[in-house]
C-alpha cells in the first residue's frame, strides 16, 4: 500500500492528511469550508484515493490559510506516498466535461515543481469558499509534491462547474501518473532518477 500521512502544525492551521493511492474512493474530509470539503471528497472519490483531511484553521481570518496550507500538506502526502517513484507512469492527464465546462489537467511527477494554469473566477466566493484561494491549493500541492501542473478550461461559465471540473480532471491525472506499469522497472527517466 502506498501511503502518505502528515501531521503539520502552525500558528495559523492544524492540519492532518493521509492518503492512500491504492485505495477505493473513501474520505473523510473535515476543513470547516463546506464547498472545500466537497471538492476534496471529489478528488478522492474520483481519484479512488482514500483521504482524511482533518483541519483546524483561523476561519476567523478568512479562508487563505486552511485552503493553502491544506493544499501543503496533501502535496507532501502525495510525494511521500508516491515514494522513490519507481514503477510509475509518471505522466497522466484527464479533459474533463461538467455541463458547459471543459476542463483539462496534465501532471508530471518529475520531481520538479510548476503550476500553471488560465482559469478564472467571476465571482468572489463559491458557497463558503473564496475563488481565489482554489489557485493557492493548486500552487501548493504542485510545490509540495514536486509535480508538474497544468490546469486550463477550454469553456465555462458556472464556477461551480469551473472549480469541480478542476478538482475532478487533477485527481483523475494524478491517478494515471501515480498508476504502476509492469514494464517500467525502475523510474521512467533517461537520466536514471526523478
Known amino acids: 500500500m502506498r501511503i502518505g500521512e502528515i501531521k503539520r502544525v502552525t500558528k495559523e492551521t492544524d492540519i492532518y492528511v493521509k492518503i492512500n493511492l491504492d485505495g477505493s474512493g473513501k474520505t473523510s474530509?473535515?476543513?470547516?469550508?463546506?464547498?472545500?470539503?466537497h471538492m476534496l471528497d471529489a478528488f478522492g472519490r474520483h481519484g479512488f484515493f482514500d483521504l482524511t483531511v482533518e483541519?483546524?484553521?483561523?476561519?476567523?481570518?478568512?479562508?487563505?490559510?486552511?485552503?493553502?496550507?491544506?493544499g501543503i500538506v496533501i502535496g507532501q502526502a502525495l510525494k511521500m506516498a508516491v515514494g522513490d517513484k519507481k514503477g510509475i507512469v509518471r505522466y497522466g492527464s484527464c479533459t474533463l466535461p461538467m455541463d458547459e465546462t471543459l476542463m483539462i489537467a496534465a501532471v508530471d511527477f518529475s520531481g520538479r515543481s510548476y503550476y500553471r494554469s488560465n482559469i478564472e473566477y467571476t465571482v468572489e466566493r463559491i458557497g463558503g469558499l473564496e475563488t481565489e484561494t482554489i489557485n493557492e491549493f493548486f500552487l501548493a500541492m504542485a510545490n509540495n509534491a514536486d509535480m508538474n501542473l497544468h490546469l486550463h478550461m477550454l469553456c465555462g461559465d458556472n464556477n461551480h462547474h469551473i472549480a469541480e471540473a478542476s478538482f475532478k480532471a487533477l485527481t483523475k491525472a494524478i491517478s494515471m501518473a501515480v498508476s504502476k506499469d509492469p514494464r517500467i522497472t525502475d523510474v521512467l527517466s533517461t537520466k536514471g532518477s526523478l
Not at 474530509?29 to 470539503?37: A, L, P, S, Y
Not at 476561519?59 to 493553502?68: F, K
Request: aromatic share 8%; glycine share 12%.
Open 29 to 37: 474530509i473535515n476543513t470547516g469550508i463546506g464547498f472545500f470539503d
Open 55 to 70: 483541519v483546524k484553521g483561523d476561519l476567523d481570518v478568512d479562508t487563505h490559510h486552511t485552503v493553502e496550507d491544506v
